[in-house]
């Protein structure tokens, strides 16, 4: 058998990677709108990054992390995720000392050794948020409203927002044990995974997508119900902005996410459509991690949006109409090929996009090729047009036809009146 991509990768070929750019445009322009601005951290971090911050009980870190040892013997990990790299890049470059609010976004690829599946990949990409500096429900809201605002403009309507307040490390703590107190009698009925999980990360069994374990839990006590007042009123007073900003939502007990660094707001978008694998969106609030990583307190929110799972979703949509033209240049015999060389050149210093036929086969074939290049006009340099620098424009979607001289072509009259544009 030949060579293929690494089982859970893919390649992303140029029809598909168009969605990419549309999608990355998108996003762009959103968050710069709310003065977000963009950091990049290292694919692989050290291991310990990746364990202290997401949590050693957790799927990530158990059991899906590619995990290596360098040349120099230092254990390293690919990262499964990006907001602890974030985290250690704030506290390392002394971020915080910047004052104020830290508005930072990210997109990459990130790695998790899962069972692939559609909308499920070892590598995949996500693009991500993270707000450092502020405790306030406002940065809450912030951050909902824009995860919206980019699923929108990028067509997806259909999302439901799931909401949840997974409290404070003191509300979870006495919620946990009241958890295990109610789940460990049916300790035998419980599916493996959640039988493993009952004093590991016992929080986690809320999420089983078992059907035995699902009714248990049905009856368990709620994490809601153990909110101490401070968190109870951080989570009103983000659904109060949530309401104002006419956001809908739904509040989801069995919210729990995979990471262990949430506290207070827990939230997911999720999408019908794509079953199991619907979230597309993930966040909250994790306001000891940047502590916990050697920083100072310092409270931060957050989210990361998986972007194969909307490119799955964007795949039928048509895509936006290229604003620029699209010229293909056909040109045959040695002068003219010369002469084509240097227009496409000149061409493209002044905003074109020019794709030159280097096939130096017959005009029939080569105007075939423009026909099915995606181009909006052919340019054709044969001898007599070479002999008189003149050039022939085809509009590929009537047929029409001009010659015109070269310099008329390259100048600002003409070409404005070709194409439309300056
Ligand atoms: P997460 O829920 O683990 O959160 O991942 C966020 C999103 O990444 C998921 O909702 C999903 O769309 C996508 N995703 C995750 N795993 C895969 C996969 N194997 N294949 C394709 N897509 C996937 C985080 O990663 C947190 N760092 C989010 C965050 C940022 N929280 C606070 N700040």
Not at 189 to 202: C, F, G, K, M, T
Not at 213 to 232: F, H
Not at 341 to 360: I, K, W
């Amino acid at each position: 058998m030949g060579l293929q991509a690494p089982r859970g990768t893919r390649d992303i070929l140029p029809a598909e990677r168009v969605y990419w750019q549309q999608l990355e445009a998108t996003a762009r322009q959103i968050l710069d709108r709310a003065a977000y601005r963009e950091i990049c951290t290292p694919i692989f971090e050290q291991t310990s990054l990746f364990e202290r911050g997401i949590g050693e009980a957790t799927d990530i870190v158990g059991k899906e992390m590619y995990t290596f040892r360098d040349r120099g013997d230092r254990s390293l990990t690919l990262r499964p995720e990006g907001t602890a790299g974030v985290v250690r890049a704030y506290i390392e470059h002394g971020l915080h000392t910047q004052g104020g609010v830290q508005r930072l976004w990210y997109l990459g690829p990130m790695f998790r050794y899962e069972r692939p599946q559609s909308g499920r990949y070892r590598q995949f990409h996500q693009l991500g948020v993270e707000v450092l500096g502020s405790a306030d429900a406002r940065a809450d809201a912030e951050v909902i409203a824009l995860a919206l605002d980019i699923l929108k403009a990028l067509g997806l309507e259909d999302v439901t927002l799931m909401l949840n307040s997974v409290g404070d490390r003191a509300d979870r703590s006495q919620y946990r044990q009241a958890l295990v107190d109610y789940l460990s009698p049916y300790a035998a009925d419980l599916d493996p995974d959640s039988q493993d999980r009952l004093h590991r990360n016992p929080l986690r069994i809320l999420d089983s997508k078992d059907a035995r374990t699902q009714a248990i839990v049905k009856e368990a006590p709620r994490l809601l119900d153990y909110l101490s007042d401070t968190s109870r009123a951080h989570f009103e007073h983000v659904q109060s902005l949530l309401r104002e900003l006419g956001i809908p939502y739904q509040i989801n007990p069995a919210l729990v996410r995979g990471l262990d660094y949430y506290t207070h707001t827990a939230f997911e978008f999720q999408q019908g459509s794509l079953g199991t694998e619907g979230t597309v969106c993930g966040g909250g609030r994790y306001d000891h991690l940047v502590e916990e990583l050697g920083g100072p307190a310092t409270p931060a929110i957050g989210w990361a949006m998986g972007l194969e799972r909307l490119i799955l979703l964007m795949g039928d949509r048509p895509l936006e109409p290229r604003t620029v033209p699209y010229l293909y240049l056909v040109s045959r015999g040695s002068s003219a090929e010369r002469q084509g060389v240097v227009l496409a050149q000149q061409l493209r210093h002044q905003g074109y996009t020019v794709e030159v036929d280097l096939s130096g086969s017959s005009f029939k074939n080569q105007l075939k090729r423009a026909n099915r290049s995606g181009a909006t006009h052919c340019l054709v340099i044969g001898e007599a047009e070479a002999a008189a620098h003149t050039v022939q424009v085809k509009w590929l979607a009537s047929g029409e036809q001009e010659v015109l001289s070269q310099s008329e072509l390259l100048s600002c009259a003409g070409r404005s009146r070709l194409f439309g544009q300056q």
